[in-house]
């Protein structure tokens, strides 16, 4: 008959090695959320940073626009994201940087993404790039802002090109104040003789609650 004694020297063995792996397993989780904390805190600094970049060149973008541009552009800096916004006689544009760390906060992302309504044409909607904390290219990442900005020059001109060669099938919203192409109407309402078009259904509805 086997020795119950080193039976129970086995279990207590078991039991032992499963306490002595969740110790190491928590030391393990504990160290992890120490470095990730780091991280956060090295992310934080970087925003801090590129604030300084992303500020003053949307900051000069707007003065650019005030000189050239009947309505004036507001900048909105936040924490994460800088806001490009104006409602020009075509279109509601709505430009924004932003940075977001990846999962584990060991990359920063950043983020390029331009709203134009209604949408004339093709252009350049979305666009990142990415940098090892450790490892951001101060001035890689500052040429990639500048060429944003100046795809987005590029892309305002062109969509004020077209109004001229469109010129002659454009409409108003009478409640977005905004012009566009008659193919481009979200929707259209016939009232007293006249058509009436807009550039969503949410608009058209307004409209016809004032009737």
């Not at 016939?190 to 509805?205: A, D, I, L, P």
Request: net charge negative; hydrophobic share 40%.
């Amino acid at each position: 008959m086997p020795d119950l004694d080193n039976l129970l020297s086995r279990i207590d063995a078991e039991f032992a090695g499963l306490e002595a792996r969740r110790k190491q397993v928590q030391e393990e989780r504990i160290e992890q959320y120490h470095e990730r904390e780091q991280r956060v805190e090295k992310f934080e600094q970087l925003l801090n940073q590129l604030r300084d970049v992303w500020r003053p060149r949307l900051e000069a973008l707007a003065k650019r626009f005030g000189d050239h541009v009947k309505v004036t552009p507001s900048v909105s800096p936040g924490h994460r994201q800088a806001t490009f916004q104006f409602q020009s006689p075509l279109a509601r544009i709505n430009l924004r940087f932003s940075a977001s760390p990846d999962a584990e906060v060991k990359k920063i992302q950043l983020n390029y993404d331009l709203e134009i309504l209604p949408i004339l044409m093709q252009f350049e909607k979305h666009a990142e790039i990415s940098f090892p904390l450790d490892q951001v290219d101060a001035a890689a990442m500052t040429q990639w802002l500048d060429d944003r900005i100046m795809s987005f020059v590029k892309t305002y001109l062109a969509l004020h090109e077209n109004e001229y060669y469109l010129k002659d099938f454009m409409v108003e919203d009478p409640i977005a104040h905004v012009r566009f192409p008659k193919f481009a109407a979200g929707a259209k309402l016939e009232r007293g003789g006249v058509t009436h078009y807009f550039v969503s259904e949410e608009t058209c509805q307004e409209f016809a609650k004032q009737a």
